[in-house]
């Protein structure tokens, strides 16, 4: 399990990094980028964790892999991932740092997952209500999960709602089970 307190302060000082340098989004897509290339091919990710592999050669790979392709705040955070052998916090960090540059335009994330995807007017409707009651900007996705059977779950940052047929059912049956 990756260390999450370890990923938000790294993710906390490259994000104050890049705003000095007014290269917030910037570092933060080529950051998502990079960790989402890395975790997508499982040799380069094998090359990217492993131990046994020298610094100096992983250095030197991501130094002829993204020098001059990705903003020097991003290239700089790999080599400082590798230096301190805390590769496996990349994903984390990455997720970390979008935590911080939603919450500085104000906006927080907000998951809907329904059984069945929901019309986009009935979404935007059930988004800015929730807006206006949490007055705050969310960014939404939207998942469909046909085993939720009908209702919806909602996330909005650490917060859950579960107002899903087979969550109220998990519900009924631990009620029923504690009594027991």
């Given at each position: 399990m990756v260390n999450e307190k370890l990923a938000r302060r790294y993710a906390t000082a490259v994000f104050s990094l890049a705003r000095e340098r007014k290269a917030v989004d910037r570092v933060g897509d080529d950051l998502a980028a990079i960790a989402s290339a890395i975790q997508s091919d499982t040799q380069?990710?094998?090359?990217?964790?492993?131990?046994?592999?020298?610094?100096?050669?992983?250095?030197?790979?991501?130094?002829?892999?993204?020098?001059?392709?990705?903003?020097?705040?991003?290239?700089?955070?790999?080599?400082?991932?590798?230096?301190k052998r805390r590769e496996?916090?990349?994903?984390?960090?990455?997720?970390?740092y979008q935590k911080l540059q939603l919450a500085a335009r104000g906006a927080e994330t907000l998951r809907v997952t329904t059984a069945r995807a929901i019309p986009p007017e009935e979404l935007r409707a059930m988004v800015h209500r929730l807006e206006r009651l949490y007055e705050k900007k969310f960014e939404v996705t939207q998942v469909v999960e046909p085993s939720l059977i009908g209702g919806a779950r909602i996330l909005m940052g650490d917060r859950r709602v579960d107002g899903s047929v087979s969550g109220r059912l998990d519900a009924l049956a631990r009620t029923l089970f504690a009594r027991n």
């Open positions: 380069v990710r094998e090359f990217f964790v492993a131990p046994v592999i020298e610094r100096p050669v992983k250095e030197r790979m991501l130094l002829q892999t993204f020098e001059g392709k990705v903003d020097e705040i991003s290239l700089h955070t790999l080599l400082l991932l590798v230096r496996s916090i990349l994903a984390a960090l990455a997720g970390e």
